[in-house]
């Protein structure tokens, strides 16, 4: 019973806000697709696009993925804290 695993969210929800002067959004794009690449699984990926004051966009790019604490941890890296929400 001990590699039974936690039941893992359906979704994640990946805030990405654009244009900030320290994150180049070419690079959080790549950065993203490596983790979904390597974390590849069951759940749905939607990623809510923010340029604050100008638009926000939502997109579910044909990827699913393991939403893990790994997961959770390398994306909040990339996308800041309280960027990634499990549903």
């Known amino acids: 019973l001990d590699s039974v695993e936690p039941a893992l969210a359906s979704a994640v929800v990946i805030r990405v806000r654009l244009g900030r002067p320290e994150k180049k959004n ?4 790549r950065r993203l697709l490596e983790i ?9 990926v939607r990623l809510e696009l923010e340029r604050e ?9 044909d990827r699913r993925v393991r939403p ?20």
């Open 26 to 29: 070419g690079s959080i794009a």
């Open 53 to 61: 004051g100008e638009f926000e966009v939502l997109l579910e790019p």
């Open 68 to 87: 893990d604490p790994d997961f959770v941890a390398r994306v909040q890296e990339i996308c800041g804290k309280n960027s990634v929400r499990l549903i």
């Open 36 to 44: 979904f690449e390597e974390k590849s699984g069951e759940a749905m």
